[in-house]
């Protein structure tokens, strides 16, 4: 059990996040709940934990596509009693680059302990499978903690979700 909690702590900081499916990695020192991460990588969950689906609204006189991406079951369980929820809306339908919207929360306790919310994201669609299968992006670009408004961070992360069918 010992050795499972060392490997727990030490994924979320480890380098290796193309282990991960999905997951997140902040550029530089960043304060969580009281302790500081230094470079963190955050598991962002399994592509069977994530689902995403594509839906178009109008925008204007437009059509516009986007992708929504969301944990299945509400919360991905992270490290130090972290569970984390997210919402990342890509900007298109198709392979290629595209914009990204997102807002990431931190929560322990049923708390809300630390927010990033999207300023300037890039993402590139690399795939987009038909339902059934897989949608994959990678992302990088600016973060604002969204607590304290002031404070940025440099992030990038990468994608893989089930495709499901458009809620009705």
């Known amino acids: 059990m010992l050795c499972a909690l060392a490997f727990g702590f030490a994924s979320c900081e480890s380098d290796d996040s193309d282990s991960y499916d999905n997951y997140i990695t902040i550029s530089g020192s960043v ?32 059509q516009t596509s986007y992708i929504d991406i969301s944990p299945k079951a509400g919360t991905i369980s992270s490290v130090d009693g972290l569970n984390i929820h997210y919402y990342l809306v890509l900007e298109g339908d198709k392979p290629g680059n595209a914009g990204l919207t997102a807002m990431i929360l931190f929560n322990k306790n049923d708390e809300n302990i630390f927010t990033l919310e999207s ?3 890039q993402a590139t669609i690399t795939k987009i499978d038909e339902v059934g299968g897989f949608i994959e992006a990678t992302y990088s ?15 990038q ?10 809620p009705i």
């Open 119 to 121: 300023v300037q994201v």
């Open 157 to 166: 992360g990468k994608i893989k979700a089930k495709r499901i069918q458009p």
């Open 141 to 155: 670009g600016s973060f604002t903690d969204h607590n304290t408004s002031s404070q940025t961070y440099s992030a």
């Open 31 to 62: 304060t969580i709940d009281g302790k500081t991460y230094s470079n963190p990588t955050f598991n962002l969950g399994t592509s069977s934990e994530i689902q995403g689906f594509l839906y178009q609204m109008e925008v204007g006189k437009n």
